[in-house]
Nanobody, 122 residues
């Protein structure tokens, strides 16, 4: 009903930058909060950054000042600009969105993407 597709992951050296994108598609009426989460090897999935439809943001302390989350509401897309990357940022990054669908009835879905791998080498 709703799909989130991430792109932009890859291998980068420490100190480098990457930009992740996540596009939502399907039977979307509107999208409230969108966000990025990550899961490193042997770790739990943690919040990286979130953004509301009005543009309010929250960042994990470990990425504040290095990562920037943004969104294009017209394109149902959220971005994560990652600068000054560190080896500890290595993880699978997942996109998340609170999607209001109108078919068959109005309902809010907690949608997740399939994940994109970010590897930061030292």
């Amino acid at each position: 009903q709703v799909q989130l597709v991430e792109s932009g992951g890859g291998l980068v050296q420490a100190g480098g930058s990457l930009r992740l994108s996540c596009a939502a598609s399907g039977s979307i009426f509107s999208i409230d909060a969108m966000g990025w989460y990550r899961q490193g090897p042997g770790k739990q999935r943690d919040m990286v950054a979130t953004i509301t439809s009005g543009g309010s943001t929250i960042y994990a302390p470990s990425v504040k000042g290095r990562f920037t989350i943004s969104r294009d509401n017209a394109k149902n897309t959220v971005y994560l600009q990652m600068n000054s990357l560190k080896p500890e940022d290595t993880a699978v990054y997942y996109c998340n969105a609170a999607v209001l669908v109108s078919t068959p009835t109005f309902n809010t879905l907690d949608a997740w993407g399939q994940g994109t791998l970010v590897t930061v080498s030292s």
